[in-house]
């Protein structure tokens, strides 16, 4: 009933009754005249009767309401539906911003963003010194695990990590079934690493957020980090990737002297090994 007194007729394509409108906003009828359904099967709806609903007609509500994305995944749940997936509000997309100055105040430890597909949409300063990752590289993160030749270099623990890359990976396909982006990416992959292929045949599937990570940087040595995916609710469709030094080990000072001006000029010439 809320949301249908802020929508006025005129905003649903109705003429507007004026003064003769005892009440704001859409009435029960016009609701389900606009939604393609019957009035008492609407009234009951709203009532929270026990009746049989589809997707498809919770969408049409949900598209005369002019519901947000979280607002018509709410009526899914009321509905007893599984969810759809939230979608970015306009309004939220600016918040990039905000996320680039988490990252940023994340230094001196590396820290990227990548969005549903896994693909590289902001990374700090660390991330770079420590990972590689500059414009010029492969921006997809699995892509470049399995073809990036500095994942292997710097990684010893590059095969046991590999089965969990992958195992993640798939978990986040299946959040997202038949999305053509997660499919370009594993075609992509296949095609390129055979080790990925072997591994994807596997099938195994275990839920992302934390993986343990030792590299060997070619400057300060070993680093031990533990890679944390965040999600932010208003951005669905991008995750936060923090690296923390792991305690028991000198990966913080070594971030700490890698990152400034004397580490830099380090990378420019390096001590050969």
Not at 18 to 40: D, H, K, M
Not at 162 to 177: K, L, T, Y
Not at 186 to 208: M, T, Y
Request: charged share 25%.
């Amino acid at each position: 009933m809320s949301r249908r007194a802020r929508i006025s007729p005129g905003e649903a394509g109705l003429p507007d009754g004026g003064a003769r409108r005892r009440t704001p906003g859409l009435r029960r009828e016009e609701v389900a005249v606009l939604a393609g359904v019957g009035v008492s099967w609407y009234q009951w709806l709203e009532q929270g009767r026990d009746i049989t609903v589809s997707a498809q007609v919770l969408d049409s509500v949900s598209r005369v309401l002019q519901l947000t994305s979280a607002e018509r995944r709410h009526l899914y749940v009321l509905a007893g539906l599984n969810p759809p997936a939230l979608q970015v509000a306009p309004g939220d997309r600016g918040k990039c911003d905000g996320l680039r100055r988490l990252i940023e105040a994340w230094m001196p430890f590396p820290a990227h963003i990548m969005d549903v597909h896994w693909n590289t949409v902001m990374y700090n300063d660390a991330a770079a010194l420590v990972f590689g990752m500059t414009p010029d590289t492969v921006q997809n993160c699995l892509i470049a695990f399995f073809t990036d030749p500095i994942y292997k270099e710097r990684s010893p623990q590059w095969e046991r990590n590999a089965c969990d890359v992958v195992a993640h990976f798939r978990a986040a396909c299946s959040e997202h079934p038949g999305d053509d982006g997660f499919r370009a990416v594993v075609e992509e992959a296949l095609e390129l690493s055979p080790e990925f292929a072997a591994l994807w045949k596997r099938r195994d599937i275990r839920p992302g957020g934390q993986l343990q990570k030792r590299m060997v940087h070619p400057v300060v040595g070993a680093l031990h980090v533990e890679s944390t995916q965040l999600r932010v609710p208003a951005r669905p469709d991008l995750s936060i990737v923090l690296h923390t030094p792991l305690p028991g080990t000198d990966t913080a000072e070594k971030l700490e002297w890698l990152t400034s001006p004397e580490g830099r000029r380090g990378l420019m010439y390096p001590v050969a090994g």
